[in-house]
């Protein structure tokens, strides 16, 4: 089938199989192998894009339901070799290891960051429950969500700054840190 | 929140939050993954695996696959063992070894063995073809309990054993009876422990790429220990192992299920038959299914006290349960030694004796998953000492404190040989129970019970023994670093360490331009190809941070003496008088003359050259190859067999504030702070990182991760809506507080410690929530904690027993 759809605002029509799933035209199709696949029951969530604005795991969608839409993939956020501020974020507060989870976790922090919700810790964590990390244990993911936050204007409550504050270990020795 | 640290002036840039270099392309969405990878006529693998747990396969007729449009190659098993052998040993230390093919030959021995598999031009058309591979099995029966495999008339997985027994051994460091006998009481715990893993989110992968012409392999993949694959690999292909090279780049997570090579060698099978390039990319299922598992053990632990609380004895029998093998195709039967060595934990113990069995059963291969046999250690000394102080009517945490380890002990050599370099228990239990308020919660847990609520609080002392060095084995003891100044001035360190998201890239820069006065900016780490760097063994046993970064200290320290020789030689000055400062080697007292790493690179290698340049009978370079070994590694076991094989042991007391919901069994985490001690730091981030993401993988296991089997053999968790491993709304942020006390056996003072949450936390959560149900009177044996173990208890014990 001839699909039509926006990725990171370029136009892209493609011939595909109607069985093909969205991850995998990103990834095998497009060489977009920013996306990730974790699992193949959409709970892991590595595959997270933006579709018309909407966190959607790219491994539970077929392409061609993307038909003329705009999707948003992880390369998208970066402007040339600088990164988006989220992107930012999770690079001070040291909320990616070894990285594989993390395109999908940015992608639906644009999203949860996009929504007009007040933002806490236990927000933060609730919006972020569809994606796994086992590197992390999540306490610098919500860090850096909460400090992106901040960093794009969106005020966080009293609650959600006190709950910044407690994650953030304190640095060791009087001089730490560049 | 109370967060103490006691650490180090910081000087240089160890001990430093340096951001981490590969962040960037890991951000951006420009990883290099190995399923990232596409290279022209690349075909797909997809793998056809046993629905039985035990299985006599009887006929395979691959004929209708193979017939399918784009289908290249079906493979059986019994076709592959016609030109590949069968899986090497990864470990071989008084086990009993089995033969097995990557490719079930004549039997099935656990649900998910690959039986056949198909190579194909596209993924969905390799998994198409699954479908049309006709297998008939004679179905055996299964085994899936220790107790089962052990049963008088139990089906054998490898007849030719005549048991199904892998691994039997014993130690007795003295008489254990006698010393019960003299003990004033006597405490028994039957300490059990369920099987789950690492389920790092980058599952495994493979692309193989076959030169024909040449005789080589190369073999993309995404592992932890490139190149113990590659002789693994060699070996199990016939191929020269000069022949063959293992990439890895970037690895989305080990956890060390990714130290060997079982499912990756099918594709690399594929690959030499058809000539063509093979990816293979492994599903969830798969991954869960096929494994490496971890844990799955039962300890009986008798322990002797004196009138005082005083460990005097303790006599065990340890049990695990190693799936269809915890030898070849993973080593996972090794840790049940690891676990006898380190009983003793954070204790003093006079006298000690065990019997290890390690079996075989129809569940997936076992191998190691951050602990090997250390996590065994922590949760059953730890949940002794707490069904110990019930039932001697005294607080744990007193316990604890009558037999730790003293501060003012290390270097403490323990009754099994192992030596502790350095720590302080009694002040990391000090320090956790501060950070919790320990005795403002006992008011307010005393206040809640009246109101019918359940809170516990739960503590765990850990022992993180770290960079093993074992003998016969993948995980051996020894790490080469080389570090290489280019002509202007430019610094690379080649390591055997892999970067897979714990960091190395950045830490171990960090520590080379510390040695070289440079900034980690100028530091490039290369790692993951077996062409390229030294054969180095990788990351697992946390041991980065003992053999990687003593290895490039030293690296680093020769180079270092190189450029002060070389720069004595132009500037004419004794070598005494010049010191490296700032990038640059100085003449002291003549600020004149300096001369920066990169003037001394150009004239060493071009402008003008070595003759005029590098002292009589050096080598023209500033490059500088170094190994690193224990001081303390001990193989020869003394006459009661004890051996030292570890040498850096951080500590840390975990502590935990939970709630039980007695309506449904769900256990809500309030707290979690990790009083943490690893030597000198070298990035403070990284570290923290490490300890947030091990607890939170220690927490899944204590309460809600699980592979578990039913009788039959079947896997009843084979993706993550049944393996339910924490998100971010099940647990809250982990807090870490620092103590320093650097290692006298390593050369910066640094312990690996990427394993300690996960080896600490079960045990304080399990103690947490037996805590909160001391009410009902509920004491806690079988794992994980999940809602439907814990309501039955619960409901149980309100009725009265």
Redesign the interface.
Known sequence: MRIAMSINGTDHEVDV?A??LLA?LL??DL???????????G??G?CTVLVDGQATKSCMVFAVQADGSAVE???G??TG?T?HPI?AA???A?A????????GI?MATKAMLAGGEELT??R???A???????????????KAVLEAAEALGREPTDAGKA?AK??R?????????? | ?A?T?E????QGWV??????R???R??????R?V??L?LPGMLYCAVLRSPHAHARIVRIDTSRAKAMPGVVEVLTGAEAAGFSGPMPPTINIAMTLNESYAIAVDKARYQGEPVAAVAAVD??RAEDALEEIEVEYEVLPAVTTIEAALAEGAPLLYEEWGTNVELAWGMKTGDVDAALAASDSVVEATIPHHRYT??????RGVVAVYDAIDGELTVHMSTQAPHQCRTLLAETLGLPEHRVRVIAR??????GNKLQVDGEIVPCLLAIRTGRTVKW?E???ENLRSGVHSRDYVWEMTGGFSADGRLTALKTQLAGDAGCDGTNRSSGVGALLVAAYYTPGAYHLPVFSIDVTGVVTNKAPSGAYRGYGKDVATYAIERFMEIAARKLGVPSDELRRRNFIQPDEYPYTTVTGPIHDSGDHPRLLATAQQMLDHDKFRQRQEEARQAGRYLGIGYASMLEPSGAAVPNCIFNGYEPAIVRVSPEGGVTLLTGLQD????VETTLAQVVADELTVSPEDVKVVYGDTETVPYGLGPWSSRGASYGVSAAVLAARKVKEKILKVAANLMEAPIADVELAGGAAQVRGVPEKRMTIADIGRAVYLWPGPYVTVPEGEEPSLEATAYWTSPIVRWIPDEVGTLSVYTTHPTACFGTIVEVDPQTGQVKLERVVVAHECGT?IN???V??Q???????GIGGALGEELRYDEAGNLLNT???TYL?P?????P????A?L?LPSPFTPLGTKGMGEG?AIGAPAAVVNAVEDALAPLGIALSELPLSPDRLLPLIRRAQQGG
């Open positions: 199989d069985r093909v995998d990834r095998d060489g977009l192998t920013g996306t990730h696949l974790g699992c193949e029951d709970k892991c590595a993939t992880v390369e956020l970066a070799t990164l992107q999770f690079h001070e040291h990616l290891q070894c990285g594989f989870c993390t395109p940015l810790d236990a933060v964590r609730t972020l429950a569809g994606n796994l990390c086992r590197c992390t244990g999540y306490t610098n993911i919500v709950a407690a994650t270990t304190e640095p060791v020795g009087a001089t730490a840190g560049q | 929140m967060t640290t650490v180090s002036q910081v001990g430093r939050n340096v951001p981490r590969q962040d960037a890991l951000l951006m969405g420009h990883g993954y399923d990232d596409k993924r969905y690492g389920t790092a989110i980058e599952a970037d690895v989305g997570g080990g956890f990319t599903t969830r299922s897979i998201g714990q960091g730091i403070p981030m990284v923290d990182g300890i947030s993401g091990g607890t939170v993988q993706g993550f809506m491993a998100t971010a709304a099940d647990v942020p982990i807090e870490v620092h320093e949450g």
